[in-house]
């Protein structure tokens, strides 16, 4: 069973529209990170935080944004959505000690 | 940033093959880790090793090995007698001080019957 869950899996929506792609992990993790990831390719760090109250952007340049009010969730949201932020976004939590990530399964966003 | 590369895009192999996926870092820390990342078609990434930069002892599991070199900034991934559920991408990473990971751009690994 996954301990780090993301929603929706799949999604597509109209350009313009304003989206919250959600992210939550039971394994209270302080840090956690969404990445920007073509299928098979690389993945781009978009935005991380360490804990609470705490996000900063990542790598690559985006136009979204996040909160991290609670420990357990790191919701991220694109004000007003473009072809060019079709993609599959990918949550990743992981302890502070240098552990292994954990990967959630996804949101693959199409904007149309 | 400091890179991870992998040089190897695509790796086609046929079943009971042995595979190496071979994985290049830089780095300026003194302290950092290592990781490699499967993702199959599903697209879920799964963690499948972290190696500390002061044990450099090779690690085996089942049919998965890892050779860590620090001297060559090296960090190779070889599955012995592949099969064909082993076909996905693997991402080499790397962490350092700053917490922040480094990952590869990807190996594709295809297992044919």
């Known amino acids: 069973e996954a301990d780090i869950y993301q929603t929706p899996r799949y999604l597509v929506i109209g350009t313009g529209k304003k989206i919250t792609l959600e992210c939550s992990q039971t394994?209270?993790?302080?840090?956690m990170y969404w990445y920007q990831q073509d299928p098979g390719m690389e993945l781009h760090l978009i935005h991380y935080?360490?804990?609470?109250?705490?996000?900063e952007k990542g790598d690559l340049s985006s136009e979204s944004t996040v909160s991290r009010i609670r420990t357990e969730h790191f919701p991220l949201t694109l004000e007003s959505a473009r072809p060019s932020h079709t993609s599959q976004y990918l949550c990743?939590?992981?302890?502070?000690?240098?552990?292994?990530?954990?990967f959630g399964s996804g949101t693959r966003l199409t904007v149309v | 940033a400091q890179k991870v590369t992998q040089a190897q895009t695509e790796i086609s192999v046929v079943e009971k093959e042995d595979v190496t996926l071979d994985c290049v870092y830089e780095?300026?820390?003194?302290?950092?880790?290592l990781f490699w990342y499967k993702q199959p078609p599903s697209g879920e990434l799964v963690f499948l090793i972290r190696?500390?930069?002061?044990?450099?002892q090779n690690e085996i599991s089942g049919r998965y090995s890892w050779n860590f070199q620090k001297s060559t900034s090296s960090f190779n991934f070889t599955i012995t007698a592949s099969q064909v559920v082993d076909s996905a991408v693997y991402f080499c990473?790397?962490?350092?001080?700053?917490?922040?990971?480094?990952f590869g751009d990807g190996t594709t690994l295809t297992v044919k019957p």
């Open positions: 990473a790397k962490r350092g001080n700053a917490g922040k990971s480094t």
């Open positions: 394994m209270g993790h302080d840090k």
């Open positions: 990743a939590s992981s302890r502070s000690d240098g552990g292994g990530y954990t």
């Open positions: 190696r500390n930069s002061f044990d450099e």
């Open positions: 935080s360490y804990g609470v109250n705490s996000t």
């Open positions: 780095t300026r820390d003194t302290t950092y880790y």
